[in-house]
């Protein structure tokens, strides 16, 4: 146990992630930042843009170059100054190659490398996958400690990376406390709630086709219900907004944009449902947080999904879209008692404090490693 009565444990987290305050990663660093016990550490935030957050050391490092010259260059003149006791690289990548200090990094998934056409929109799409993959490369080999959110993700992590087996540790992540007070009484509104994202991977015009024709093939079912999505992508909102416009159903379509955590705390407790059609996830907040409320899922057959959930959600086919309908109809129709109090109990177990718990225990187990990577 590292012991500083007068010196506080410099930790440095890559921050640049808080610049958008929608998503799992942001909410991981929050977890680190609101948990962790200010009398032991000393929190540093390195963002490209400006953040003002409480409690900790701000600094901002303005982007001259290109991504990697911020990561290779100014962020390690700027640990030189710092000399941190650690640096957190918290999103799959981040590491300065040539860096000194000891290094923790947190690889959420490795879809960017698993999902076809992920770099479809860069201009050039097969520069950009490479950097990319030599990023995260050299961030796992440089790191002392690897953290994954989940069992799936380290399996990915080690078959695509050789040798660094022993370097990595499954941390899950957490819900908000919010999630885990008693369960509202569910007064279901007649809507679906997708608040897992918007972009390509996500599905969502999937899962708009399968509802206009599952408003043909099953009227009495879905003439009411509508669907509302979270999120801010102007570019899916737009496409999403075309396609359910081509297929006549614009007026059920709805998206609601960046919410607070309460405003989506409310919009997910009068759900009728929670869809989550995305082909690819590291891990799967949302699943928890309706589990959290006692609403019944519907989810991609994803193995990450099976991981955290278990049997609570509806499982569907990505490539079968009739098992979409299939489910969501199961879902809306049907009693869940037994199900969704299962999944009641299981989402308890993901709280940000525990995740928070055992991410200062690889802290101090990795100030403590005098090893050279």
């Given at each position: ?202 599905n969502n015009s999937m899962l708009i086709r399968c509802f ?98 278990d049997d609570v959600p509806l499982y569907f086919n990505i490539?079968q879209p009739e098992s979409l309908i299939q489910s969501i ?45």
């Amino acid at each position: 146990m590292i012991l500083r009565k007068f010196n506080r444990i410099k930790l440095v987290l890559d921050g640049r992630y808080l610049e958008n305050t929608y998503g799992g990663i942001a909410n991981y660093l929050h977890a680190i930042i609101n948990y962790l016990d200010k009398d032991k550490y000393s929190i540093f935030v390195i963002s490209v843009l400006p953040l003002y957050l409480k409690n900790v050391e701000n600094i901002t490092i303005p982007l001259k170059i290109h991504r990697l010259y911020w990561e290779q260059i100014q962020l390690e003149e700027l640990l030189k100054k710092i000399k941190p006791d650690l640096y957190h690289a918290t999103a799959n990548y981040g590491i300065p190659f040539i860096t000194p200090f000891k290094t923790i990094l947190t690889v959420h998934d490795l879809i960017p490398l698993s999902v076809h056409n992920y770099f479809q929109n860069s201009k050039f799409p097969f520069i950009s996958k490479m950097l990319y993959r030599w990023e995260i490369n050299s961030s796992i080999n440089k790191a002392k400690v690897i953290i994954c959110n989940s069992k799936y993700t380290s399996k990915e992590v080690i078959s695509k990376f050789h040798q660094i087996k022993n370097k990595i540790v499954v941390i899950p992540m957490g819900i908000d406390n919010l999630y885990l007070r008693t369960p509202k009484p569910n007064v279901f509104s007649n809507y679906l709630l997708c608040h897992g994202g918007l972009g390509d991977r996500k599905n969502n015009s999937m899962l708009i086709r399968c509802f206009a024709e599952a408003s043909l093939k099953y009227p009495i079912i879905f003439k009411n219900l509508k669907i509302i999505f979270t999120g801010d992508n102007r570019h899916q909102i737009d496409e999403l907004t075309y396609l359910s416009r081509s297929l006549g159903i614009d007026n059920r379509i709805n998206f609601a944009g960046c919410l607070t955590k309460s405003q989506l705390f409310n919009l997910l407790c009068g759900a009728k449902a929670v869809i989550y059609p995305s082909s690819a996830e590291g891990f799967g907040i949302p699943v928890l947080e309706a589990m959290s409320q006692k609403i019944p899922i519907v989810a991609s057959n994803l193995p990450v999904f099976h991981e955290v959930a278990d049997d609570v959600p509806l499982y569907f086919n990505i490539k079968q879209p009739e098992s979409l309908i299939q489910s969501i109809i199961t879902a809306v129709s049907e009693s869940h008692a037994s199900r969704v109090g299962k999944g009641r109990v299981l989402a308890e177990k993901y709280t940000w404090n525990h995740t928070i718990e055992l991410t200062d225990h690889i802290y101090e187990k990795t100030m403590n490693d005098d090893t050279v990577n």
